[in-house]
């Protein structure tokens, strides 16, 4: 099957001072990289996770596919065609068939509208006019199981679990090819996380779209995807199938954050990995492998030169970057590692 979307080598970097004071300062390259050279595709009715710490370059990427962030150098196709240098206009058709759900439910929607002109913003936006408003809002709503009254209220008057239906209702309205959920289940309770993710398997599996979920969750990493990929200061440094990667993880970083995953039961005996050290600053990015200075195996190489992507030789599709990768004999088993699988009521 082929690509829906498709990420080549992007780059995205952002200006950490002016020009003036560059120039002032001598400073010759007044940069941050937020996200280097990373590649990746989904595929239609696919489910793709992107994993690692606050400041990894996750969202930034989410916001690049759909446009709100250029980036410096790459390629962004969608569905066969390069969307990446096109001008406002010309991407349009391209990002009607995108839906993008924001990190804050609540903070996303404009305390200026209610419910019912939020949900039809995308019709009047993309030229959709002649659509009927009340039953377009009604309908959309009906898909994310709130009654029709919420239409007349203000996103102040909504929960942060009805605020997130009302995000995924927009995210729905032009019926996209894509989802890109940015951490769906941040700031809900238990329960409700579960209902938002069940509400996302059913509406995927009714309407066949393919989802980018941007999470810290695990527990919706492991029962929601199909592949997943971990993010370390901006670059991929291990994708795979989720299977794969939960059951015999390759690169130092994705076991030590796989066994960090909280374990509910208070009896449990953890076997957590330490990982010593703060994570580096993009400002001043550890030279070769970045994970290095954290890393318990690294050693002389690890320092000096960037490792190359290497492949499983049983799985051409399990790429991790890493000259140490752990073994079979070396990894965390995972019932030693403890891993929840209670998290969120899935159905």
Known sequence: MSALLRVEDLRVRFRTMGPLKALATGTKA?????????????????????????????????????????AVSGSISFDGQEIEEL????????????????????????????????????FRIHGLKRRDAGGEAERLLRMVGLPADFARRYPHQLSGGQARRVGIARALALNPDLIIADEPTAGLDVSVQGEVLNLLARLQDELGMAILIITHNLNVVRHMTDRMAIMYLGRFIEVGSTERIFEHPRHPYTEALLAANPE????????????????????RRPSGCEFHTRCRYAQDICSRVFPEASTNPDDAHHSFKCYFPLERETAMPLEQRRLSVAGPTLK
């Open 264 to 283: 509910p039961d208070p009896d449990a005996v953890l076997n957590r990995i330490e990982l010593k050290g703060e994570v580096p600053s993009l400002l």
């Open 30 to 70: 007044p940069f941050i990289d937020a996200v280097c050279g990373v590649s990746f595709e989904i595929r239609k009715g696919e489910t793709l996770a992107l994993v690692g710490e606050s400041g990894s370059g996750k969202s930034t990427i989410a916001r690049t596919i759909i446009g709100l962030q250029r």
């Open 87 to 122: 001008s406002g206009a010309e991407r349009k058709p391209y990002l009607r068939r995108m839906g993008m759900m924001f990190q804050d439910p609540v903070g996303s929607l404009s305390p200026r509208l209610t419910v019912r002109s939020l949900l039809t913003e995308p």
